[in-house]
Nanobody, 121 residues
C-alpha cells in the first residue's frame, strides 16, 4: 500500500505562487503515473495535472494551463506542483494521487490526505 504525503499548501494572495510537494513511499514509484487533484467546497474532485511514469508527458486541465507545472523526481519518490498566478477559484484541498499504471489515462487508485490551498482576492 503506497502512502502519499502532501505539503506546501497555505494562504496566498491572488497573483501569488505556491509549490506543492508529495512524498511517496515504496520502491515502485517510478512505475506509475502521478497526478494532482483538487476539491473545492461543494464541488467534485477534479484532476488538475498529471505526469507519466517517466515524466515525458504531462496533462493540465484548461483552467491551469500556463500557470501550473507538474514535475517528478523518481530518485526521490516525489512529485511537485508549481502553481503561479493563483486565483481565488484555485482555492481547494489539493490531493496527490498515484496512477493505476504508468499512464494517467488508466486512472488513479491512491490518494494522499490533501493540503489546503486558499487564495484571497
Amino acid at each position: 500500500q503506497v502512502q502519499l504525503v502532501e505539503s506546501g499548501g497555505g494562504l496566498v494572495q491572488a497573483g501569488g505562487s505556491l509549490r506543492l510537494s508529495c512524498a511517496a513511499s515504496g520502491r515502485t514509484f517510478s512505475s506509475y503515473a502521478m497526478g494532482w487533484f483538487r476539491q473545492a467546497p461543494g464541488k467534485e474532485r477534479e484532476l488538475v495535472a498529471a505526469i507519466t511514469w517517466s515524466g515525458g508527458s504531462t496533462y493540465y486541465r484548461d483552467s491551469v494551463k500556463g500557470r501550473f507545472t507538474i514535475s517528478r523526481d523518481n530518485a526521490k519518490n516525489a512529485v511537485s506542483l508549481q502553481m503561479n498566478s493563483l486565483q481565488p477559484e484555485d482555492t481547494a484541498v489539493y490531493y496527490c494521487a498515484r496512477g493505476r499504471t504508468g499512464a494517467w489515462s488508466a486512472g488513479f487508485d491512491s490518494w494522499g490526505q490533501g493540503t489546503q490551498v486558499t487564495v484571497s482576492s
